[in-house]
């Protein structure tokens, strides 16, 4: 999981260090714009660490032919794939309450920064066959919409 935070990390960097220059940010503010990237980063990684994990740990239990001994001492494939059963359960508890409650609170924290520090503006482009209902017996439908001059034709 460590390794895989730091590869993303650094690509992240890579991405976006001209940006960081170019608004001349002090380390401080990088490093708590990471610091607030990297719950995102830990939702979005956790399943392939866990399934790399597993598929690990399993291949050298096989490796070692310890699969075969707990079989040929007569434990079933059920008691033998428990404990993984359970440890994934609890990673999933745990995933669920980081991603619902920690998660937004700093992927809004790093939105922010990127707002203030990096002036990072939200692109208004057109949209095209928008529908929307503007009562409960009208409905409007454009061909597009111009979000910078909110206008809408068609």
């Known amino acids: 999981m460590l ?23 002090s380390l401080e503010t990088i490093a708590l714009y990471y ?21 690990f740990s399993i291949g050298k239990m096989s490796n070692l032919n310890e699969i075969t001994a707990m079989k040929s001492g007569g434990m079933s494939l059920y008691r033998l794939m428990f404990p993984l059963f359970i440890v994934s359960l609890l990673i999933t508890g745990g995933h669920l309450y980081f991603n619902g409650w920690i998660v937004p609170v700093s992927n809004a924290k790093k939105n922010s920064i990127e707002k203030n520090q990096l002036k990072k503006e939200e692109e208004i482009s057109t949209l095209y066959n928008v529908y929307l209902r503007d009562a409960s017996t009208k409905n409007v439908i454009m061909n597009n919409y111009d979000g910078q001059l909110k206008t809408g034709a068609g």
């Not at 390794?3 to 940010?25: G, H, R, S, Y």
């Not at 610091?35 to 598929?55: D, G, Q, V, W």
């Open 3 to 25: 390794a895989l935070c730091i590869i993303f990390l650094i690509v992240n960097l890579m991405e976006t260090l001209d940006k960081f220059i170019d608004q001349q940010l």
């Open 35 to 55: 610091l607030n990237f990297l719950p995102e980063i830990i939702k979005l990684l956790t399943p392939i660490a866990m399934l790399m994990a597993a598929l």
